[in-house]
C-alpha cells in the first residue's frame, strides 16, 4: 500500500498526519504525491496512528450501534 493510498483510507486533514508522523506539511505532501519517499520509521508511526484512529472508530461504531 502507498502512503497515498493510506492517508486516503484516514480520512483526516494531512496537518493532523504530519503532525502525528513528526513532519512538516509539505513534506507529508511530498511522500504523498510520490515526490519524496517516507522512511521506515516514519511509515511505522504512520502505521500506529492508523492502528490509534482505527480503535477510536471501532469503539463509537460500538457505541452507535444498538445490537452490541
Known amino acids: 500500500m502507498t502512503f497515498k493510498e493510506a ?9 493532523q498526519i504530519a503532525e502525528a508522523v513528526g513532519k512538516t506539511y509539505a513534506t507529508v505532501l511530498a511522500y504523498r504525491t510520490g515526490d519524496r519517499i517516507p522512511p521506515p520509521e516514519v511509515r511505522a508511526r504512520l ?10 472508530l471501532l469503539r463509537v461504531a ?4 444498538p445490537s452490541t
Open 47 to 56: 502505521a500506529a496512528f492508523m492502528r490509534s484512529h482505527s480503535a477510536a
Open 7 to 15: 492517508t486516503d483510507l484516514l480520512s483526516v486533514p494531512l496537518e
Open 62 to 65: 460500538d457505541e452507535l450501534d
